[in-house]
């Protein structure tokens, strides 16, 4: 008898290693999958960087005409996370992956169309929806997470989420750049600093030298970048399909129950003035990134630094480096450290570097090296901290996901054209631009707290006059019984 109890208790034990096992293998899969998915999202992001002046000849317009793709992605952004939030709060029930794996198919369609088209209100048009979608995939990835394994246990999925993203967008260059260089040889690529006749008079040899492909001569080489991203999202958005029609989040929750996200919905009343300040760190924290490095590559080769076009284009570099080891990092010190001390460490950080950039910038060449890699290594973690952050105020994983998109869609939308016009001015101004918008997060930031502190404290209250009723109501039941008792004898 006690040989056959032992025999079953060691079947179940290896029934459970088995299930553990098995559960592992799916978490790995959807992790895996949602991370070369969001690699899809930096090179969709990063890839019209370098191939804006191809899109330009594409659509018959100059760059100020064609940037106008950059604000119909924006309002896309926005408008695909608030259809997210939407559509959660709308259908209880509503597993949300199989629609991710149909949204990062249309970004793969996007991508396949983009480099095809001649109209400018086309090209606005295609952009937008590609924003659309990356809006919904960007509010909805992050969502799973959060509901899967709670505010706490998410951080370090958080945070390799958003380093997929700098992978993507330092692949995207590295891609693009053979393309860029057959269409310089074939003159199909060129541009202007303001006031200047020509500052790119100087060919990419050693990427001529070391191409040997040509592509047809009815299509612009750099098309074929477009191309190789699109056919690659289309890729990852057949596997999430597949994972999504296997239930892969049912699998994964029954192993992550005690971690998923439970907490009920706070009201807007309540957060409102907490969503405010939060804007505000999206808005800046975003636009110090985004036209830092959308700007950098033109600011080192027109303003009194003077760059050559090789060395602006390793300074991009560089800047991708930087971001993708903070967010590789990131993964690491989410384990070990609170959101708020990482946020904190990168606003000083970045405003630091900044300033230091501002003064002594355009007198010390040498200086702007060291300045993009510290600001991308500091900004990289600030968007996905504060997503960690903002998860412990209040549950962020459903209706009020789109918050975070708002504010960064916010200054992507606004600063990105600030930044131009001060451009034409003086190329090098855009540097101040950046470090007003870094120093202007340190303030969102305290007044984050502060909304923060007195939401838990008027918690506390709430929840001590709940526990100081209820012992008042059972010492007078308590009363009560005992006078009933009493007039009974």
């Known amino acids: ?40 999202h930096g090179l969709f992001i990063s890839i019209t960087g370098p191939t804006l002046l191809f899109l330009a000849e ?98 370090p999925y958080i945070q390799s989420f958003h380093f997929g993203f700098s992978v993507g967008a330092l692949l995207a260059p590295i891609i693009a750049a053979p393309f860029l260089a057959m269409a310089n040889a074939e003159g199909d690529a060129g541009t202007t600093c303001p ?17 040997t492909a040509i592509p047809p001569a009815n299509i612009n080489p750099i098309s074929w970048a477009f191309v190789i991203i699109g056919v690659y999202t289309l890729l990852i958005s057949i596997v999430l399909s597949g994972l999504a029609l296997c239930h892969v989040e049912n699998k994964v929750q029954t192993r992550h129950v005690v971690s998923t996200e439970s907490r009920p919905e706070d009201s807007i009343k309540d957060l409102w003035v907490f969503f405010l300040p939060l804007c505000v760190y999206y808005f800046c924290c975003v636009s110090s990134e985004m036209v830092y490095q959308g700007y950098i590559y033109s ?85 996905s901290s504060g997503v960690s952050w903002a998860s412990q105020v209040t549950n962020m994983a459903g209706t009020y996901i789109f918050v975070f998109a708002v504010g960064g869609t916010l200054g992507a939308f606004s600063m990105m054209p600030a930044g131009g016009a001060l451009f034409e001015q003086n190329p090098f101004s855009v540097m101040y631009l950046i470090t007003g918008s870094c120093a202007a997060n340190i303030v969102a930031f305290a007044m984050m707290n502060v909304v923060a502190g007195r939401m838990r404290r008027k918690k506390e209250s709430m929840t001590s006059g709940d526990l100081s009723n209820k012992t008042k109501g059972n010492s007078n039941l308590g009363f009560e019984d005992e006078h009933q008792t009493r007039t009974k004898l």
């Open 195 to 211: 006031g200047d006749i020509d500052v790119f008079t100087t060919a990419m040899t050693h990427a001529n030298e070391t191409t």
């Open 299 to 383: 600011v080192s080769l027109c303003s009194s630094l003077r760059f050559t076009v090789s060395q602006a284009n390793w300074l991009t570099t560089v800047f991708w480096t930087g971001f993708g080891i903070g967010r590789g990092s990131g993964i690491i010190t989410s384990n070990f450290f609170k959101p708020s001390t990482i946020i904190i460490a990168d606003l000083i950080g970045t405003t630091t570097i900044m300033t230091t950039m501002s003064i002594w910038g355009e007198q010390a060449p040498i200086l702007t090296w060291i300045v993009t890699f510290i600001h991308g290594l500091c900004v990289a973690t600030l968007y």
């Open 58 to 155: 594409n659509t018959n317009s100059d760059v100020t005409q064609v940037s106008a793709m950059f604000s119909g992605r924006s309002v896309g952004c926005l408008v695909g996370a608030a259809c997210f939030s939407a559509v959660v709060n709308r259908f209880t029930k509503f597993q949300p992956l199989l629609s991710l794996g149909i949204g990062l198919g249309l970004n793969g369609v996007v991508m396949l169309i983009t480099p095809f088209l001649t109209s400018l209100a086309g090209l606005v048009v295609v952009t937008t929806i590609g924003g659309l979608m990356f809006g919904y995939l960007d509010a909805g990835m992050q969502a799973v997470y959060l509901k899967l394994w709670g505010e706490e246990a998410s951080r």
């Open 1 to 40: 008898m006690e040989n056959s109890s032992k025999d079953t208790k060691d079947s179940e034990f290896q029934d459970s290693d088995m299930k553990k096992s098995k559960t592992s293998g799916w978490v790995v899969a959807l992790v895996a999958t949602i991370s070369l998915a969001r690699i899809s």
